[in-house]
């Protein structure tokens, strides 16, 4: 989570409307909270529209996680981050009840191919809100990608499902990682795609992972020159560069984009490379770590965030 202190007018940024939308929380609930627990307490607007901080966002998501666990609202509304956190620990012995079935999946692929597209959109906001970004991008969308494969290969569903299902998660990814837009973490990774490389939904789950363990990520996104990745890296002195790379890519011309990138970055910036395409496109250079599942991420950002 971001840590924020208080907040004043140039740090609010978010309109009810969108805060309702990442958090799970209806608007009226959020004015009825602010009048009853004096939380969240937005900065209002001189047209009298209310913003809140990403602070605000960060408490709200675990105040609906800790609420579908079984809270109150008067236990939880209010409470500081950490408290919150940790109380949320204390739930994490029964962890099944926070573990989305294949039956969520199932609903949601369901929802899409019966052309429900907003029944799919509701399930997915009370996933995110379930688990939380990091959660959502392991139990959530990984299996939610695998099984929408396999729809398709059954021939359950048409190409412009797998299409939708794809537009779906994309959008709740990146409402998930607006939250932590702006921090300024360590380290500082910049995300991209080789080139010709349109698949961008592996990025975007790695972006969202790093910044919920306190990265900033820069994001280049798809399909971008490897001479403007480098570029980038150096003008921002990145840590890492993160590369995505799906199976349908180019191994031969994915390895050859690498192996250029690893030779021009600076000498302190690493190359990552990850997604299902990574292991065909291996690239045999001291700076470049191939990351093989969220744990090895994890290890990685621990490792340049701690100077080891």
Do not use: C
């Not at 250079?285 to 744990?295: E, F, T």
Request: aromatic fraction near 4%.
């Amino acid at each position: 989570m971001t840590a924020r202190g208080s907040h004043g007018a140039d740090d609010a940024a978010y309109s009810i409307r969108v805060v309702a939308r990442l958090s799970g929380i209806s608007a009226d609930t959020l004015r009825m909270w602010e009048r009853r627990y004096g939380f969240p307490k937005p900065v209002r607007r001189p047209n009298g529209n209310r913003v809140y901080s990403a602070d605000d966002v960060d408490r709200l998501v675990l105040i609906a996680r800790a609420m579908q666990a079984g809270y109150r609202p008067g236990e939880v509304v209010g409470k500081r981050r950490r408290e919150l956190e940790m109380l949320l620990a204390e739930t994490a012995r029964a962890p099944a009840a926070l573990v989305a079935d294949t039956g969520d999946i199932a609903a949601i692929i369901q929802a899409v191919a019966s052309e429900d597209l907003p029944s799919a959109r509701q399930k997915l906001r009370e996933l995110a809100v379930a688990h939380g970004a990091r959660g959502f991008v392991v139990d959530v969308a990984g299996p939610l990608l695998d099984h929408t494969g396999l729809a398709w290969a059954a021939g359950r569903i048409e190409v412009r499902h797998e299409h939708a299902i794809s537009e779906l998660l994309a959008t709740q990814l990146r409402l998930l990682f607006s939250v932590y837009e702006g921090q300024s973490g360590k380290p500082r990774v910049l995300m991209a795609t080789l080139p010709k490389e349109q698949h961008r939904l592996g990025l975007d789950m790695a972006a969202l992972y790093i910044a919920t363990l306190g990265g900033d990520v820069r994001m280049l996104g798809p399909d971008t020159p490897a001479d403007q990745i480098v570029r980038a890296a150096r003008a921002q002195q990145v840590d890492a560069v993160g590369v995505s790379i799906s199976a349908n890519a180019d191994a031969p011309a994915s390895a050859g984009y690498l192996s250029w990138i690893a030779g021009e970055l600076p000498q302190a910036t690493e190359l990552w490379v990850g997604g299902a395409g990574a292991r065909k496109a291996a690239v045999d250079a001291p700076k470049v770590q191939r990351i093989a599942s969220w744990h090895h991420l994890e290890q990685n950002v621990a490792r340049l965030r701690d100077g080891r």
